[in-house]
């Protein structure tokens, strides 16, 4: 038997990660053809309606029901205005380990959504689902994405060297791939409790995205 995650939402101070609805399908085509999101994710571009009406109604259902993670979409929770995604995958039930990944829409940078979303995330996993580990993957020249792996008190384990492909904007306004290292962080739920006891300083940061290698 395939073990799965609950069927669920999670609410922060100022977030609801819940599972995405059709009315999340325009926002995210919106969100998804941001330049940054396009340069560090491989998600298609141009990112059209169909593509995220199959994500968000097709796609992110079966990440959960076929065991290999969860997908939520991230709103605020007075607008119910649509931050975000975040995706747990390459989920492992033996060792109880899996991997974050996420978005942030352009509008909602620099609030700190990010690192709110992925701590959410993270404290469900550890406390409820007895998760031993998740992992966050960063591209070497995303600098916000690693002030996000930073600011929740992630422990960087080291470089798989050449292991991304980025997109760079060409002299004709066009767009070329690159290859790049990836940064290796990981949260371990005492990691968790440490960052609980030391000053945050707050959610005064960028954070757009970390990679999000599985949009095509």
Not at 105 to 125: F, N, S, T
Not at 130 to 140: G, N, S
């Amino acid at each position: 038997m395939t073990s799965t995650f609950p069927d669920i939402s999670i609410s922060t101070d100022r977030l609801v990660l819940r599972p995405f609805e059709a009315g999340d399908v325009s926002p995210l085509a919106e969100m998804m053809n941001d330049e940054l999101i396009t340069a560090w994710t491989s998600a298609p571009h141009p990112y059209t309606t169909a593509d995220a009406r199959d994500w968000a109604l097709r796609r992110a259902p079966s990440e959960r029901i076929s065991g290999r993670g969860i997908v939520f979409a991230v709103t605020e929770f007075l607008t119910q205005r649509l931050v975000g995604t975040l995706h747990l995958r390459n989920t492992d039930w033996r060792t109880l380990t899996t991997e974050v990944s996420y978005v942030t829409a352009p509008w909602a940078r620099g609030e700190g959504y990010a690192c709110e979303a992925v701590l959410a995330a993270a404290q469900w996993l550890f406390r409820d689902q007895k998760f031993e580990r998740l992992e966050l993957r960063t591209a070497a020249d995303n600098s916000a994405a690693q002030q996000v792996a930073q600011k929740i008190g992630c422990v960087s384990e080291g470089v798989l060297r050449n292991a991304w492909i980025a997109r760079s904007r060409t002299e004709d306004a066009g767009w070329t791939e690159i290859r790049t290292d990836l940064i290796v962080w990981s949260l371990l739920p005492e990691d968790l409790d440490e960052y609980r006891d030391a000053p945050t300083g707050g959610y005064d940061h960028p954070d757009y995205a970390a990679t999000f290698p599985d949009w095509r």
